[in-house]
């Protein structure tokens, strides 16, 4: 798949997922990952084409993200567990959602998510840096094969 | 009498969310029933009958398509309805869970309004 085409997916399958669910808005391209304090996952999947997915967010945005998607008023009441599980339903969605504009006359297998340390693949990777209403997200699917 | 639900999704955030919209939408909830994956559930539902069904398809031990197809061979299980809430979105996938027996379909990301108004048509209810 060509790089501006799947990193048009990428984006356009985070701004759905976020918007619907999270109450977070992408108000823009950045320059690169978050930095500093960071919540990462990834997760791998089997279909036609199979691959790898990650998210890496900023600390305050996964905090934030998980209040509103648990309904809780104040993101401090948030543990970090409980931020850890839905950033993994996070990298869940927006995986399917991409996947489901992929592949969408054949089928996928989604494995469960893992929480990691966020490095990007070093290559074949594609990424994409987005800035959101209430701190930064950063992107990348490899594909296997590419 | 209320509603019995069993959520079976092996995300807890995302039962916890499911539970909430379906009490936020103002169903008669008896009791709510959680379950990690398809294994769990079969046997919370040998012990506590429910009104209705809200599976995930991709789940370790037993997946969504495995627990619907053993819900579907079981007599005492198969008239329960069963609505799918999934993150795979592809008419493939939709097609086959349908035609395995679910009821419903409901594609995460979700509007509550989605959830709910599967749930109204599946227990042939409206609360408006």
């Not at chain 2, 939408?25 to 029933?33: A, N, Q, R, T, Y």
């Not at chain 2, 506590?48 to 061979?73: H, Q, S, Y």
């Not at chain 2, 979105?89 to 995460?108: D, N, P, S």
Request: glycine share 10%; charged share 25%; proline share 4%.
């Amino acid at each position: 798949m060509a790089e501006t085409g799947a990193g048009e997916i990428l984006c356009a399958a985070a701004q759905q997922v976020l918007e619907t669910m999270f109450f977070t808005t992408i108000v823009g391209e950045r320059q690169g990952p978050p930095e500093g304090p960071a919540v990462a996952a990834r997760v791998s999947f089997e279909g036609s084409p199979s691959g790898t997915f990650g998210l890496k967010l900023s600390a305050e945005a996964a905090r934030a993200i998980a209040a509103n998607f648990l309904g809780v008023e104040n993101d401090e009441e948030v543990s970090a567990a409980q931020t850890g599980e839905v950033i993994c339903e996070l990298a869940n969605m927006v995986c399917g959602a991409m996947l489901s504009r992929v592949e969408s006359g054949s089928t996928f297998q989604i494995a469960h998510p893992q929480l990691d340390a966020g490095e990007e693949p070093s290559d074949g990777a594609v990424a994409r840096y987005l800035d959101l209403d209430n701190g930064a997200l950063a992107l990348w699917v490899r594909f296997d094969g590419q | 009498m209320g509603y019995r639900v069993l959520i079976v999704d092996d995300s807890p955030a995302m039962r916890s969310v499911i539970r909430r919209v379906i009490v936020l939408s103002g169903f008669d909830l008896e009791e709510c029933l959680e379950a990690e994956h398809g294994g769990e559930a079969c046997r919370l539902l040998q012990e506590r009958p429910v009104d209705v069904i809200l599976t995930d398809i991709n789940m370790p031990v037993m997946n969504g398509e495995r627990f619907l197809e053993a819900i579907k061979a079981d007599q005492s299980l198969e008239a329960i309805p069963v609505v799918v809430v999934s993150t795979d979105a592809t008419e493939h996938r939709i097609r086959r869970m349908l035609e395995l027996g679910a009821q419903g379909y409901v594609t995460k990301p979700f509007f509550p309004e989605s959830l709910r108004g599967e749930l109204e048509r599946v227990l042939g209810v409206n609360y408006g």
